[in-house]
């Protein structure tokens, strides 16, 4: 606070000194020295503030937040093979701390829904399995991380005759 009311006295002091006005030898004297003493400590706090501002930005960088996940995929399978490729649940534009997905529930086309409520943790570069229900053999989703991105995939699942589409839900965590 005291610096403040410095730095302030300095402005005053600066814009409201007479520009062409000799200096007294004593008063004058003490006064550029008061005056010295004052852009000392300005620059000192302008040092301080600079500090600050630079410890912000790398807090904000290594700062954790969070990309919510709540996505209904195509249909995997079914009379289409290339909808057996990857379905991305969501990106994220830097480093992944964790993501927390849950299956919420498995549609099978034309044949009904089947209420999951199963959860995993997807760790950097890392996948999880989460079992089918509905589907006409033993297969998982597979949830993974990959190129800033959370996907999912079906693993062993036959798609002879309907196709399987998942609802998840949760969230990504990312640092920049």
Known sequence: MRLLVAAGMLLLLVSGAPAQTPPAAAGDAARR????????????????????????????????????IDL???????????????????NYPGNLVSASVMLVRT???????????????????????????GADVLCNWVVYDEANT?????DNCSYLARGLRGHFTGATYYRR
Not at 72 to 90: A, I, M, R
């Open 150 to 154: 959370i996907k999912v995939r079906s």
């Open 33 to 68: 020295a008061e005056i010295d003493q004052l852009r000392r400590e300005v620059d000192a706090l302008a040092k301080r503030v600079d500090a600050l501002t630079r410890a912000v930005g790398t807090m904000a960088n290594q700062m954790v937040t969070s990309v919510p």
């Open 72 to 90: 209904v995929t195509d249909y995997f399978g079914g009379g289409e093979p290339s909808s057996l490729q990857p379905k991305v649940l969501v």
């Open 107 to 133: 549609e099978r086309e034309g044949a009904g829904n089947y209420v999951n409520g199963r959860s995993v943790v997807i760790s950097p570069g890392g996948s999880a399995l989460i079992p089918v229900e």
